[in-house]
């Protein structure tokens, strides 16, 4: 999961963080260690991400290092008894989005500028 660029995490039914990778534990400032078996809902609160809400209400978070992340949730059940349930976890940096969408608007809404 290491040699993933977006931010990974693995979470039981009951939102604990299984697994994740580094790059979570770069963006936080946590080890991994230290990261595990609390809600990921918190470590994300507490590492500098604050939830806002994208368009067609996809969530999406902006770090305290000015990045934004869309965050995708994947519930993965069994009927068998072979695991239990998890959800994985994915937050993909669309800071470059963001920014290109910013500038496109600005230009928009700026006077048009004609011949005097």
Known sequence: ?????????????????????????????????G???RKWQDVLTEGGFMGVTGPLNCVEFLHSTGKYFECSVYDITNSGESFAAVSIITLHDITDRKRAEDELNKRQNEPAKGPR
């Open 1 to 33: 999961m290491d040699c993933i660029r977006d931010v990974v995490l693995l979470a039981d039914s009951n939102s604990l963080l299984l697994r994740c990778n580094r790059v979570l534990s770069t963006l936080t400032g946590k080890s991994y260690q």
């Open 35 to 37: 990261l595990l078996n």
